[in-house]
């Protein structure tokens, strides 16, 4: 099966971002396959020769043959050439932590092709830190125990044998296997990354006169966050197939049980009904200035399952202009609050829908929301932590 990978470097402009003697070196790795497609690689001295349009019409049109190897590369190098990741590396080099040219005319793909030549590893893991950080969109699944254990940075063989789990779940599902699983511990937080197939494409190209079909496997990227405070497994996921396995087998992996994380509610919208404005307080966190809701999605249901979105810059202060509040039998399942952050200028969008969903504006303030949901009831909803009032929690639990 050959991989779509190769065909990010489908231009000469692409690859001349590579200086020659980089490319030549990152390319004779290869050197058989190349020559097997027609493609005779020159000396290093004589880089400048190399034949580019032939070299883009083998990466353009990869066969079976195509050594996995070479688009893993190509793969992780394309991701990698970007400012942002040129800074990050060229800060780790400053460290020790991986060997750069010291020469003032290097392009991001040079930086990148050089760490892969010299630490393949660290490459992949600068990625892999990189596409983590990215994601802002989580569910939410708590552990079945009291005291959360704490969770050391798993070994090599604990992660294999976790990859192995997973790839029975994607071949079945026709994904295919070859998952791989990466942890980064950070502070209280132990971050995963599972780089695995999803399912196949076929797409029709058009090369020299003639149509055919190309068909692939695209690459997927799910994250996984285990804090160890809450005791809890946060999911970056796009079904809920895959949010059911990771809860298995991470569970099973890294604690023994594979309903170590049972997949129960979280979060609730009753407090906004019970409390009204109330419920966006905000005075006793630390780090919050302020919070307002600004959209909340209703069900209204019947025969076509109606849903009514309401938005407004600050939707109590519609409310109480209107001298109305939110019905008490209604049926929330979204809102989104705008959050001013005290250490930023610009507030930012969280939004919560129940049962165990929440998107950040930023995954670092994950912290500091969860923080103000527990404190005002949005987090099991049972009682409203730090409320006087025990009439008020129990409107809250049955709103």
């Known amino acids: 099966m050959v991989t779509f990978n190769l065909r990010r470097f489908s231009s000469q402009e692409a690859l001349r971002t590579i200086a020659p003697n980089h490319l030549i070196e990152f390319l004779t790795r290869h050197k058989a396959f190349f020559v097997q497609r027609g493609l005779a690689l020159p000396a290093p001295a004589a880089a400048e020769t190399l034949d580019y349009e032939r070299l883009v019409a083998i990466l353009i049109s990869p066969e079976d043959d195509t050594p996995p190897e070479l688009a893993e590369a190509l793969y992780l190098i394309h991701e990698m050439s970007t400012k942002e990741s040129m800074d990050s590396i ?13 020469s003032p005319d290097l392009t991001p793909a040079d930086v990148a092709v050089q760490v ?5 590893e660290y490459l992949e893991r600068k990625h892999a830190e990189q596409s983590v950080e990215h994601t802002r969109s989580f569910e939410h699944f708590q552990s079945n125990v009291a005291t959360p254990p704490r969770l050391k940075r798993p070994t090599a063989a604990v992660l294999r044998e976790l ?30 990354l599972v780089r695995h197939g999803d399912l196949l494409k076929r797409e029709g190209k058009y090369e020299h006169g003639e149509s055919s079909t190309f068909v692939y496997r695209p690459e997927k ?16 996921a796009d079904t809920k ?28 919208l009753k407090p906004l009904i019970a409390l009204g404005k109330d419920s966006l307080a905000c005075g006793d966190i630390e780090g919050i200035d302020e ?45 989104k609050f705008r959050i001013k952050f ?12 129940p049962p165990n969903v929440v998107l950040y504006g930023r995954d670092s303030d994950s912290a500091l929301v969860e923080a103000w ?7 099991g909803g049972e009682e409203l932590a730090g409320h006087e009032h025990k009439e008020v929690a129990a409107a809250v639990a049955n709103a």
């Open 90 to 102: 060229l800060e780790g080099a400053k460290g020790g932590d991986v060997k750069i040219d010291d």
């Open 116 to 120: 892969w030549l010299r630490a393949p």
């Open 163 to 192: 990859e192995k789990g997973l790839d029975a779940w994607f071949e079945e599902k026709k994904r295919g296997r070859g998952a791989k699983v990466l942890a980064f511990p950070k502070g209280d937080e132990v971050w995963f």
């Open 221 to 236: 990227y799910d994250v996984l966050v285990y804090n160890q405070q809450l005791g809890e497994l946060r999911v970056h």
């Open 241 to 268: 197939g895959e949010k059911a396995l990771y809860r298995a087998k991470f569970g099973l992996h890294l604690f023994g049980r594979e309903d170590f994380f049972p997949g129960q509610a979280k979060y609730t």
């Open 291 to 335: 919070v307002r809701l600004v959209e909340l999605q209703i069900a209204r249901g019947g025969p076509y399952q109606e849903i009514e979105i309401r938005k407004a810059t600050d939707f109590f202060a519609v409310l109480e202009a209107r001298g109305k509040s939110i019905h008490g039998k209604a049926r929330l399942t979204k809102a």
């Open 342 to 353: 005290t250490a930023s200028k610009t507030p930012r969008t969280v939004t919560v829908k």
């Open 373 to 379: 949901l527990t404190a005002r009831g949005f987090i």
